[in-house]
């Protein structure tokens, strides 16, 4: 399909100038993020890729982008028209290499994105002439970039380019080049610098190599490695952190490249800093970069079992940003703290439709899931203390003044919500959100309880009766939850009819239709039961199973890996097995289509990691 | 409050330049509007406010606006500095006159747009010297105009004016002045012509007059009359109109004059074609000048009593666009033909946010009612036979395909709407919506059985298990309808406290707060009761005002005027008044604040009327 070669440690491709393969051979090292545009490679102004985790700047109002930097790694070669292209992505060393040949010569490139000093990056081409001619080589940073960012309303394309630098001042002094430049409204100020080893014009005779390298940095640096030094000390970090992650099954080797995909992507997008994870990581602009509960829900439980850190500055960018998540609160006229749907550094609600950015509260409960899971997985109680039981008792406060009490019928209602099934329209009383926001408000009390936050008695005593008395939509008849008050009312749908060509079912019903069809985009009660396992006995869960995962699509790319961990946790191993290679393979096999166009699903990998776990 | 002086048939107020007075002191003919901006007022290129009915020009995508359009009655005065300004708009002959003086003379100004031949517009000044001067006196067009579109996201204010005319080409021969030009799109191609009768320079001596007078066309004629012939011509047209209006008590000047400017609105706003009436008329570019169901429930029923002629044109325009109406239900995946929530003369839906424009759906079930009050007050089958039974029959198709039938409970649900109360959120079984919903049916089964539309014998038997099985939600201990399925989960609310300051919830609650309150924001319940009497016994109509009336902010301008009609039906005489009272003087006090930014309420204009119809 993909046209991958699949390695034990790598995989590789002839097509090497594809959308698709710009993603999938996307190299990142968490700070840095290069979509794989190599030298010869037709790329417009916004399609260069290159970014840096939490460099957002202001597109209109509150709204950012993630800003498309200046490609550090440009390279501009007179001998045009490659042919016989190949390249391969080493996930030991995390070296790109491409090939490819020419009448003159034949050029072997490769590039690197440093483990060990994470503002370094550096390329090196070889040539060797096949017959006597000039080249002309420039090493090159190119400042000609522009974002085009995605719209919110993702149905609408935009075609309008936004420049979001400005005052770029280029320097080149003897083999160094040094570039300062600014984000256009001043949010940024940077200065990177390269140091070129060669370059130039010169006449190669037939048999004739030369070797073109550099290192760049982002920060400016004078004083920079050479290429072979930063390769060599990047490979040796890297093989540091593969022997953390778990050993695994590596018998069949194309399952295990795909293993080693997947958790390599997590490695790449993994922030070294107190920032989150964007939902396309540093591999494309989609979603203007932003964060969502992917990072918590779907990549944090991954992280936890190959790198613990990254799952920390996950987390410390929540409770940083827990006084803007009060602000966001207030300004919705409720207590406490609420987490915005999606948001780039600033921690500013980015959602500019109404029904998701208001609606899909859920957030809120899943940062607080999240650090109590990291607590219980490190047992880092300083971290609980110090950080973590602020943000449960701000989220509880949150929680406290978001249900509405019933007095008909004496119980909490959770009004005009949307959990994580997408396809279901604002609704009422959705069991995932209202058994997340419970787990929220235990987290806080407990916290009380422990002494790490006061609570005061009045409040304590509504938390307590919210636990009692939150209206729970359940089915006599299912043996299990209902998701939502509307569950029951919606139309039996024929899914597998509709889903016969495969591809999503929101390309052809618009939404205001699906919202009406008993459909389901991404597991929600069944996801639940992976979070909170102990809120369902054993044959509620296999109902659940049963009941829901007919009438999922899985038309989100969060669906399939989580449907993996559930299956293995029910005892369905064969089903289990097949939705984990669908899984592991999505991005590679672009089995979503989309693969292409918005870079790669970091939290479809975790997701991915989660099922794979399960089988350890 | 406002400064306004009421005059039995005229209002008038020494407060001439502000913005609230260009909105009450409006002029139009239904086919042509004018704010009242006049000679020596400073208008910027979006504040003209010249428009004409239909004529909507894109901005993007198939969003339009109404297009400002070069304004014909541009005067340019070398003599400025004006005081002791006063003006009054004369509701018996239309005209606009305005007086002011300077150091140099006395000036009377007149403006009048014909209501006998409507693509005519002129005015008149009169000077008279209170010493010798020398007078520049330019009659122009003033083509420099731009429009100022306002976001559908009312929240954000827009700063970015933008350019809907193009080609523009003035010409002046002689005392012609000739102007061509298109909306930016090439949409419209317009021919604009002016007859100057004076105009220049001219020493005046002390206690000289001078008259400049001209008229203008907005079909390009080169034959224009003169203006005094203009000006009675319109006042005979306009005295017409007027015997054709109802008689009613004028022994109050204050209540006779603030009733006249009401049906006066609705006069200049009336459509001599078959297209709609914008919520803002052509009194303002507000809504971008669409068409909402203010048209068919607030204007209509008033327009009946008045100029039926008006509601014919307005019903025309949704049969015209039925073919519209279908698409646009195929696009959402539905049978039939389902209305837009707003919409410009290409009927295609202008609501930018999802929530609103397709959960507001009662639209479609409001024109059918419309239809048939027609229908109904002026007995003209031969309008029911060719032109609405197609409207019955598609849009009860559509209704069909919205129902979802519920196994469980035997019934169909409609889920997912919002009804007329917009501070509720997303919800199900408006009963609203549901009650118009299967009155629209029953017109289509009706038309079916007197044979003027076929319906197949399964989607007849469809219908009528609708009209049967339809979810209405009923409290017995309200002893009424309730407004749908979420409204006893609501939060309680002290209105009074909260509208303690008057204005509006929305400006201090959030939406996301506002709709998990038991507040209401316009009638609901009480409106379904105002247009189907028959479906409430007295009882459940007194229940319904006693548990609704009490709740409603009024915080939109169509709550008061059907408050009014509620009231004096239900023999409420007392609470009529009241709100009759500030019905009519909505815009003319400014009760609701919006009247000088957003222009003249002609939906709550014709609620007004509605009221007052009661007490006839």
Chains 1, 2 share one sequence.
């Not at 060797?128 to 995605?150: Q, S, W, Y």
């Not at 915005?340 to 029904?355: G, V």
């Not at 950080?387 to 989220?395: D, F, I, L, M, Q």
Request: charged content about 25%; hydrophobic content about 40%.
């Amino acid at each position: 399909m993909s046209g991958i070669e699949y390695r034990a440690w790598a995989i590789a491709t002839c097509d090497c100038t594809s959308e698709l393969s710009r993603s999938l051979f996307f190299q990142g090292n968490g700070k840095v993020g290069m979509r794989a545009v190599c030298p010869l490679d037709k790329a417009r102004g916004h399609e260069h890729g290159m970014f840096m985790a939490g460099c957002f700047e202001t597109l209109h109002d509150s709204i950012t982008d993630m800003v498309n930097l200046p490609d550090l790694l440009c390279m501009i070669l007179s001998d045009k028209d490659p042919r016989s292209m190949h390249q391969s992505l080493d996930f030991a060393t995390g070296v790109l290499e491409r090939t490819w040949e020419t009448d003159n010569a034949l050029y072997s490139y490769e590039r690197v994105l440093s483990f060990s000093d994470r503002a370094l990056l550096g390329h090196r081409l070889k040539v060797t002439a096949k017959r006597g001619f000039m080249l002309e080589a420039k090493d090159a940073i190119d400042a000609e970039v522009v974002n085009l960012p995605v719209n919110d309303d993702q149905t609408k394309i935009n075609i309008h380019t936004i420049k979001l630098i400005a005052d770029v001042e280029m320097k080149e002094e003897g083999d160094m080049v040094d570039l300062r430049f600014s984000t256009a409204c001043g949010t940024h100020s940077l200065h990177f610098s390269k140091h070129l080893e060669a370059g130039g014009s010169k006449w190669l005779e037939k048999g004739e190599s030369w070797e073109i390298r550099s290192v760049a940095s982002i920060d400016g640096r004078k004083a920079l490695p050479c290429y072979d030094d930063m390769k060599r000390a990047s490979a040796k970090a890297l093989e540091a952190m593969w022997e953390k992650v778990f050993r695994f099954d590596d018998s069949d080797p194309r399952m295990a490249s795909a293993i080693r995909f997947n958790i390599f992507c997590l490695m790449q997008n993994a922030p070294d800093q107190d920032i989150s994870i964007g939902a396309r990581g540093l591999s494309h602009g989609r979603y203007k970069g932003n964060y969502f509960w992917d990072a918590e829900i779907f990549m944090l439980p991954a992280y936890l079992k190959i790198m613990p850190e990254a799952a920390r500055h996950i987390l410390m960018f929540r409770c940083m940003s827990l006084d803007k998540a009060m602000e966001n609160a207030a300004a919705m006229n409720l207590e406490g703290a609420r987490y915005p749907w999606m948001c780039s550094t600033q921690a500013i609600e980015q959602c500019e439709s109404w029904d998701t950015g208001s609606c899909e509260i859920h957030v809120t409960a899943d940062v607080a899931w999240a650090l109590d899971a990291y607590v219980k997985e490190t047992g880092d109680l300083e971290f609980e203390r110090s950080c973590a039981a602020r943000v449960y008792k701000e989220t509880a406060r949150y929680w406290v003044s978001r249900f509405s009490y019933d007095k008909v019928s004496d119980c909490y209602q959770m009004l005009f919500v949307k959990g994580p099934d997408e396809y279901c329209g604002v609704t009422c009383n959705n069991t995932y959100t209202t058994m997340m926001a419970k787990h929220n408000i235990k987290l806080a009390l407990d916290a009380a309880r422990r002494g790490l936050v006061s609570l005061k008695p009045g409040e304590m005593a509504r938390m307590k009766d919210i636990l009692d008395k939150a209206r729970i939509p359940y089915s006599a008849a299912l043996g299990t939850y209902l998701e939502d008050d509307t569950y029951e009312k919606l139309e039996d749908f024929d899914l597998s009819g509709a889903k016969k060509d495969g591809s999503a079912l929101y390309h052809r019903i618009c939404f205001d239709r699906l919202q009406r069809l008993k459909v389901i985009k991404q597991p929600d009660v069944i996801l639940l039961y992976i979070l909170l396992p102990e809120l369902f006995t054993e044959k509620q869960a296999q109902s659940a199973w049963l009941e829901y995962e007919k009438r999922t699509s899985h038309d989100s790319t969060l669906s399939w890996g989580m449907h993996a961990v559930a299956a293995f946790k029910l005892g369905r191993r064969k089903e289990g097995m097949d939705y984990l290679r669908k899984a592991l393979f999505l991005d590679l096999e672009n089995l979503m289509g989309n693969t292409a166009s918005e870079g790669l699903h970091v939290g479809a990998c975790g997701a991915a990691i989660q099922g794979l776990l399960q089988l350890l």
